[in-house]
């Protein structure tokens, strides 16, 4: 009998991770995300001007390697994982990976929203690849139903619950210090 997948590798997932800002902790901004059914776009480290949704199509262990504890100014153990093909039909494409004066000469001020520095010329090189950052431009509404949420630990899973009087509304809620090297 095949045992059970918790990061459902058959069917291509992305997520989208919330940090902490001045009004709240990070998973107080997943509970909000959860309650308005709907990630808000941002402007923070976008080209042109314009909001958007990212979202990483990366693989487990690249995951552990973003969420490491040196990292969590960026991100921090909690989001929502959402099918891909879905995020597909809401506008969702993979970032452009480029040097700026390339993709300046290539796109439109307009859709330079979707551009990722790389610059590996540096002394200290601007390489973002690892991440296969996705972007959809505005609000990304959560699908009617499968949007999993992210948290880090069992003890935020019974928080979750709790907060939602023990019917959180999305699919599932994993735990991802139980998944992943969260070193």
């Known amino acids: 009998m095949p045992t059970?997948?918790?990061l459902n590798r058959e069917k291509p997932m992305l997520a989208h991770f919330t940090r902490a800002s001045r009004a709240a902790?990070?998973?107080d901004n997943l509970v909000a995300i959860l309650r308005e059914r709907v990630v808000r776009g941002s402007s923070r480290m976008l080209l042109g001007g314009h909001r958007a949704v990212c979202l990483f199509d990366a693989p487990p262990t690249e995951l552990g390697r973003l969420l490491a504890r040196a990292n969590r100014r960026?991100?921090?153990p909690f989001g929502i994982a959402l099918d891909r093909r879905y995020a597909f039909t809401m506008g969702a494409r993979p970032v452009i990976y480029l040097p700026l004066n390339e993709a300046r000469a290539l796109?439109?001020?307009d859709e330079m929203w979707r551009v990722v520095r790389l610059d590996l010329m540096r002394p200290s090189p601007v390489d973002w690849t690892f991440e296969r950052e996705w972007?959809?431009?505005?609000?990304l509404p959560l699908p009617p139903a499968g949007a999993v949420a992210l948290v880090q630990s069992w003890r935020d899973v019974a928080d979750l619950y709790d907060r939602f009087?023990?019917?959180p509304p999305c699919a599932g809620v994993l735990p991802l210090d139980h998944l992943l090297p969260l070193a």
């Not at 972007?135 to 609000?139: L, N, S």
């Open 25 to 27: 902790d990070a998973l």
């Open 107 to 109: 796109l439109p001020p």
């Open 135 to 139: 972007r959809v431009r505005g609000d």
């Open 165 to 167: 009087d023990g019917a």
């Open 74 to 76: 960026r991100y921090q």
């Open 4 to 6: 059970a997948d918790p």
